[in-house]
């Protein structure tokens, strides 16, 4: 079927359709950047809020002084609204929210479990919003009743670590429901298409983060833009569980020899548990810790066999290294394209 594009529908349709996450976000696009471990750090961060989306520094296991650099060194790069990336299981959580609001950072996004308690109240106090994760309707809800001004619904086809239940279905239980608040679709996305689909079922924007990795303005070690431009969606894999007694949360990334290193490394430290050499949470520590480790030489060092290449599945769909820029007008032309043409339909 031809269509005749005349732009100015499609275009005034996505306006309209992601305007609640623009005002959210106090952004040209709704799109964030999802927050990457050893990735989204003051270049990329910075990049993106510049092209129009909103950048989001991954704090990750910083301490407060690295945070607080991090920060400092974003706003010289940039006069946009960005974001910061808080893991609430971090030791030092409240000292981290105390440097994003003495440094008037305007987002807080609180990733890796439940806030903490007062978390929220704390940082709606210190003058800045507060984005929380909800993997399903009913803690949706919850977060929404404690306070926090906005959500991000993550599927499992999202890259890192992973929940279990797919973007699509997580989109159909949660936001027929959610009116309250802004809420972001995130995991798998890599098409503007994608993102206008979201729009329509009520997302008010969404969140990306494998799409961004080949920037140019990424820090990502050029073996790893390689890897990435090479893969499929089918080789963006989640980690496997070896022993129900150390509980492993699914990390996706794109297999490689790390992949079954990282299972021989569970049976080395079961069997050191066993053997007494260490005990339950001292071997549950050992497990969970190395995926960080492997993530940095991939990352930075670009050793792509033994490191992860956390990846989400529309890892297939980047190609090459472009400007953020660019990344960011295919994303928008993608989707006002579609909107465009769906508007034309008999």
């Given at each position: 079927?031809?269509?005749?594009?005349?732009?100015?529908?499609?275009?005034?349709?996505?306006?309209?359709?992601?305007?609640?996450?623009?005002?959210?976000?106090?952004?040209?696009?709704?799109?964030?950047?999802?927050?990457?471990?050893?990735?989204?750090?003051?270049?990329?961060?910075?990049?993106?809020?510049?092209?129009?989306?909103?950048?989001?520094?991954?704090?990750?296991?910083?301490?407060?002084?690295?945070?607080?650099?991090?920060?400092?060194?974003?706003?010289?790069?940039?006069?946009?609204?960005?974001?910061?990336?808080?893991?609430?299981?971090?030791?030092?959580?409240?000292?981290?929210?105390?440097?994003?609001?003495?440094?008037?950072?305007?987002?807080?996004?609180?990733?890796?479990?439940?806030?903490?308690?007062?978390?929220?109240?704390?940082?709606?106090?210190?003058?800045?919003?507060?984005?929380?994760?909800?993997?399903?309707?009913?803690?949706a809800k919850k977060l929404i009743?404690?306070?926090?001004?906005?959500?991000?619904?993550?599927?499992?086809?999202?890259?890192?670590?992973?929940?279990?239940?797919?973007?699509?279905?997580?989109?159909?239980?949660?936001?027929?429901?959610?009116?309250?608040?802004?809420?972001?679709?995130?995991?798998?996305?890599?098409?503007?298409?994608?993102?206008?689909?979201?729009?329509?079922?009520?997302?008010?924007?969404?969140?990306?983060?494998?799409?961004?990795?080949?920037?140019?303005?990424?820090p990502a070690h050029p073996n790893?833009?390689?890897?990435?431009?090479?893969?499929?969606?089918?080789?963006?894999?989640?980690?496997?569980?070896?022993?129900?007694?150390?509980?492993?949360?699914?990390?996706?990334?794109?297999?490689?020899?790390?992949?079954?290193?990282?299972?021989?490394?569970?049976?080395?430290?079961?069997?050191?548990?066993?053997?007494?050499?260490?005990?339950?949470?001292?071997?549950?520590?050992?497990?969970?810790?190395?995926?960080?480790?492997?993530?940095?030489r991939a990352v930075i060092d670009?050793?792509?066999?033994?490191?992860?290449?956390?990846?989400?599945?529309?890892?297939?769909?980047?190609?090459?290294?472009?400007?953020?820029?660019?990344?960011?007008?295919?994303?928008?032309?993608?989707?006002?394209?579609?909107?465009?043409?769906?508007?034309?339909?008999?």
């Amino acid at each position: 079927m031809n269509f005749e594009v005349t732009h100015d529908v499609g275009i005034r349709r996505l306006e309209r359709l992601w305007k609640r996450g623009k005002d959210f976000l106090g952004t040209e696009y709704a799109i964030m950047g999802g927050a990457m471990t050893w990735i989204s750090d003051r270049t990329l961060v910075s990049a993106i809020s510049n092209a129009g989306g909103f950048g989001v520094i991954a704090c990750g296991s910083m301490t407060t002084g690295l945070l607080d650099t991090e920060i400092k060194e974003t706003f010289k790069l940039t006069n946009k609204p960005f974001g910061v990336n808080l893991i609430t299981l971090h030791p030092d959580i409240n000292e981290l929210m105390d440097v994003c609001l003495d440094n008037k950072v305007s987002h807080i996004v609180l990733a890796g479990g439940l806030p903490p308690g007062g978390s929220i109240q704390k940082i709606k106090a210190g003058g800045a919003l507060v984005v929380c994760f909800a993997p399903a309707l009913s803690l949706a809800k919850k977060l929404i009743r404690s306070g926090c001004d906005a959500l991000v619904i993550e599927g499992a086809e999202a890259g890192g670590h992973i929940g279990p239940v797919s973007t699509a279905v997580l989109a159909q239980e949660i936001l027929p429901h959610i009116t309250e608040v802004p809420v972001f679709v995130a995991g798998g996305i890599g098409r503007g298409e994608a993102v206008a689909s979201y729009l329509q079922m009520g997302a008010s924007g969404c969140q990306m983060g494998t799409r961004f990795v080949c920037a140019e303005e990424s820090p990502a070690h050029p073996n790893f833009k390689k890897a990435f431009c090479r893969a499929s969606a089918r080789d963006a894999v989640p980690s496997v569980q070896l022993d129900a007694r150390f509980p492993v949360i699914p990390v996706r990334a794109i297999k490689n020899q790390a992949s079954a290193l990282f299972l021989d490394y569970q049976r080395q430290t079961i069997e050191r548990f066993q053997a007494g050499e260490l005990n339950q949470k001292e071997a549950q520590l050992e497990i969970e810790k190395y995926w960080a480790g492997a993530l940095r030489r991939a990352v930075i060092d670009g050793h792509v066999e033994d490191g992860s290449l956390m990846a989400g599945q529309s890892v297939g769909m980047v190609k090459e290294e472009q400007p953020i820029a660019d990344i960011m007008n295919d994303l928008v032309t993608e989707a006002w394209v579609f909107l465009e043409h769906a508007s034309q339909m008999p």
